[in-house]
């Protein structure tokens, strides 16, 4: 009978040429971090793309709905969808734009600072647990790496 030892080497599976490459653990560790912000998040309803609308509408009070879209990547179809949910929810208010009367303006209602800052405080925790090997240079540098990838789609 094979110990306990011998017995877990015997299921471990090489990953191969995966190892050396970026791509796939930057995949890996994004499931990671989602997985885990999901269940921070639990209970509030709020997912990652919601989170990043009511954090660039908190920066940016007024901002219209196609400036928040492009500043995140999301599809004008798509964040019309998002905005409805947010404002259904009582989280955003939302105004026809006076400098163009056929955009709306942005801000977030009392509820939806509440909220802002409830999942800030729960993300927080999230990072902190997930980055607790990291030191804060270690940290930043990893913003800034994943920041220079980014870039090469704007």
């Not at 734009?97 to 802002?116: H, K």
């Amino acid at each position: 009978m094979a110990s306990a030892a011998t017995a877990s080497a015997e299921h471990e599976v090489s990953i191969g040429n995966l190892d050396r490459l970026v791509g796939y653990h930057l995949r890996r560790a994004s499931a990671v971090v989602g997985n885990d912000f999901s269940r921070a998040l639990d209970g509030t309803g709020i997912r990652q793309v919601l989170f990043g609308i009511l954090s660039i509408v908190k920066a940016n009070p007024g901002i219209n709905q196609g400036a928040a879209g492009r500043a995140l990547g999301i599809k004008r179809a798509n964040m019309v969808s998002l905005i409805n949910e947010l404002t259904d929810r009582g989280l955003l208010d939302r105004k026809i734009a006076a400098e163009d009367r056929r955009a709306f303006s942005l801000t977030l209602s009392s509820a939806g600072e509440a909220m802002f800052d409830e999942c800030l405080k729960r993300i927080g925790a999230h990072e902190d647990r997930l980055m607790s090997d990291l030191s804060s240079a270690e940290r930043a540098a990893l913003i800034d790496l994943l920041s220079r990838i980014e870039a090469k789609e704007r």
